[in-house]
């Protein structure tokens, strides 16, 4: 099993960024996905995840109206589209896989990490 975050980058408050997270060795549709993130100093906090027996989306409440998560079943792959970007959002972002049917943003239902991808807000 193996997860690959991808997109991360600058962007100016305001702005957009889509994230990826691809994986490999398994079929994405069968696990529930979430994206974390963890900023300099503080512990790292869940974002969104989408869930397996009902595709579920749940956010954080820091994200919501802001983020959506959602899945390419045909390319195996989990995006985090994020609009109306802050300062506050910079950190490295993680997707993860858990083999529970339903969505979480708790950490320890995750069995298996990808490598972070970094977002950084700033003008």
């Known amino acids: 099993v193996q997860l690959q975050a991808s997109g991360g980058g600058l962007v100016q408050p305001g702005g957009s960024l889509r994230l990826s997270c691809a994986a490999s060795?398994?079929?994405?549709?069968?696990?529930?996905i979430g994206w974390f993130r963890q900023a300099p100093a503080k512990e790292r906090e869940g974002v969104a995840s989408?869930?397996?027996?009902?595709?579920?989306?749940y956010y954080a409440d820091s994200v919501k109206g802001r983020f959506t998560i959602s899945r390419d079943n045909a390319k195996n792959t989990v995006y985090l589209q994020m609009n109306s970007l802050k300062p506050e959002d910079t950190a490295v972002y993680y997707c993860?896989?858990?083999?529970?049917?339903?969505?979480?943003?708790?950490?320890?239902?995750?069995?298996?990490w990808g490598q972070g991808t970094q977002v950084t807000v700033s003008s």
């Open positions: 989408i869930g397996v027996i009902d595709g579920g989306t």
């Open positions: 060795g398994f079929t994405s549709t069968d696990y529930t």
């Open positions: 993860a896989a858990s083999g529970s049917y339903y969505g979480s943003l708790a950490l320890r239902q995750y069995d298996y």
